[in-house]
């Protein structure tokens, strides 16, 4: 593998970086959980959208530059490295978006993906319900014919952002006589409509970072059907790749944190402890490993762009592999860290840089659990990349 990068993508890199540095704000925004938070993080996505940078992937119509994977990657790291904000309208871009440039029709492409680029649209993704988790085939909240359209009711939980977003995706069940994964249809709505309730979740950090979402006979058009009716589960797949593959936690993301892990060690840590100092060489060789397998799966596909790319490299279930790898490295990383700081990491005040550390070690404890739980990872690669027996 050459790993040299072309001109093309040197001066990408070097656009990318000098625009962040002019514009990733100094102090970092207050957490995306908030109100305020939440409306500086949207209008953050407008500056980027504003110089073409939100969504480099994606088609020009719709936004974007048509960069390659290579790009994209190379966006990633500079964004990472430069330190800027939480995507606040990850769900959308990570997950909605490649559905709908897989699945979606023109018309609804071309209605919602410049808003969503430019943040105009905050999407939160409602698919899990209390009784539908992992078994997200048990999903019970119904959707009902009506003239024009359909009627949604029943009740979704832990849908990120949902508290401030604008709009919501999810799988209700069309065909009430259908089980399981038959008789589903993937819907969009609108968190402001009639019949929606929306009760915030507080998580480990004290914010909202949830919702859930009470639907009580919601209206929605045919229009905002995405594959025809019925065919919810095999679009939901596509959508779940996605969501697993390198999109939502590209490597860029943990190259940046190893990097500053590196230069905590380098400043606080005791050379003496070379047990510790061996986790911090492990976690730069994790992030570089996942690196790595970045550049790997976008030679592969050679100059397409991500939108061509099945996530996570060849095979839709070989997204599972690297949703398992990069969620440990960050929990093992942000440990790591940690222990590094010794006992000042858990008495750091809100506006001291080194919180960032705890910050960051309880999101990661969400890592093996949201896009779909380790265990459940496992079992995908044991049974569709391993070919192993399927268990009881
Ligand atoms: C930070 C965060 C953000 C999230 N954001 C969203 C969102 O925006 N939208 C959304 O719809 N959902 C979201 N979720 C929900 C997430 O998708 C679910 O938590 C996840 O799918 C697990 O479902 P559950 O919580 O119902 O746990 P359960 O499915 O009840 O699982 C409980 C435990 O049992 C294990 N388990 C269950 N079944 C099996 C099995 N067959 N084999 C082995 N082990 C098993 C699980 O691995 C887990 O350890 C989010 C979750 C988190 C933590």
């Known amino acids: 593998m050459n790993l040299d990068f072309d001109a093309g993508v040197v001066d990408f890199r070097a656009e990318v970086a000098a625009w962040l540095a002019a514009h990733v704000p100094d102090p970092p925004l207050p957490s995306v959980d908030t109100a305020t938070g939440f409306a500086m993080h949207r209008a953050f996505e407008a500056e980027l959208a504003a110089a073409r940078l939100a969504v480099v992937d994606w088609p020009v119509e719709y936004g974007g530059r048509n960069a390659s994977l290579l790009e994209w990657l190379v966006f990633e790291e500079e964004y990472h490295a430069a330190g800027g904000p939480v995507r606040v309208g990850q769900n959308g871009l990570f997950v909605l978006a490649p559905t709908l440039l897989a699945h979606g029709t023109a018309e609804q492409r071309a209605r919602i993906l410049p808003r969503l680029a430019r943040a105009e649209d905050v999407w939160a993704q409602a698919w899990s319900e209390p009784g539908a988790g992992s078994d997200l085939a048990a999903l019970r909240s119904r959707a009902v014919r009506t003239d024009g359209g359909w009627l949604l ?82 679009i939901a797949m596509s959508s779940a790749g996605h969501e697993r593959g390198l999109p939502l936690r590209s490597p860029g993301r943990f190259m940046a944190a190893a990097t500053r892990l590196i230069d905590l060690w380098q400043r606080i840590g005791d050379p003496a402890d070379t047990a510790l100092a061996g986790r911090v060489a492990d976690a730069w060789i994790g992030a570089r490993a996942y690196q790595l397998h970045g550049y790997r799966v976008a030679s592969e596909s050679g100059a397409g762009s991500r939108a061509d790319v099945p996530p996570g490299g060849a095979a839709g279930a070989n997204a599972s592999l690297g949703k398992v790898f990069w969620s440990e490295l960050d929990v093992a990383l942000h440990e790591t860290a940690l222990d590094v700081l010794g006992p000042a990491a858990e008495l750091t005040a809100p506006d001291v840089p080194e919180r960032r550390w705890l910050d960051g070690y309880l999101f990661a404890l969400a890592g093996p659990i949201y896009a779909g739980t380790n265990e459940i990872q496992r079992s995908v690669i044991a049974e569709r990349v391993l070919g192993l027996p399927r268990g009881a």
Do not use: C, N
């Not at 604008?166 to 065909?175: E, H, N, P, Q, T």
């Open 153 to 234: 009711s029943g009740q979704k939980t832990w849908s990120s952002r949902a508290v401030f977003a604008d709009r919501a995706f999810g799988l209700f069940r069309s065909d009430p006589g259908a089980e399981r994964h038959h008789g589903l249809t993937y819907l969009m709505f609108d968190l402001g409509a009639d019949g929606v309730s929306i009760r915030p979740i507080t998580q480990l950090d004290g914010e909202a970072g949830f919702a859930e979402i009470f639907l009580d006979d919601v209206f929605v058009p045919d229009a905002d059907v995405i594959g025809e009716p019925g065919d919810g589960w095999r």
